[in-house]
């Protein structure tokens, strides 16, 4: 029943910045860990970052760790993805998703967005 709409994708230098958020309604994303993944051309979807509900905990795929942080702001319903350092293999379409599976349980993430673009020109 959640709706997520990720924006704040663009065109930009490697090197650069960009803040991607992924915005909710229909539902409460407290109620989910949540995370950002992402898809190049010709490539399988690749999980990027993840955070809990409480935003006390996170996790990154090793490609990104020390440049993009994943944060949530419950209260506004959104999460986000700051990606500093940018570099040309982080193109992609950013997705984000909540995880519906229960506590102990394998991820199970959904609720898809539509993604937004993010290009790194080298």
């Known amino acids: 029943q959640v709706q997520l709409v990720e924006s704040g994708g663009g065109l930009v230098q490697a090197g650069d910045s960009l803040r991607l958020s992924c915005a909710a309604s229909?539902?409460?994303?407290?109620?989910?860990?949540m995370g950002w993944f992402r898809q190049a051309p010709g490539k399988e979807r690749e999980f990027v970052a993840a955070?809990?509900?409480?935003?006390?905990?996170?996790n990154y795929v090793d490609s990104v760790k020390g440049r993009f942080t994943i944060s949530r702001d419950n209260a506004k319903n959104t999460v986000y993805l700051q990606m500093n350092s940018l570099k040309f293999e982080d193109t992609a379409v950013y997705y984000c998703?909540?995880?519906?599976?229960?506590?102990?349980?394998?991820?199970?993430?959904?609720?898809w967005g539509q993604g937004t673009q993010v290009t790194v020109s080298s």
């Open positions: 955070i809990s509900q409480s935003g006390s905990r996170t």
């Open positions: 998703g909540a995880d519906r599976a229960p506590r102990g349980a394998a991820a199970d993430f959904g609720y």
């Open positions: 229909g539902g409460t994303i407290s109620n989910y860990p």
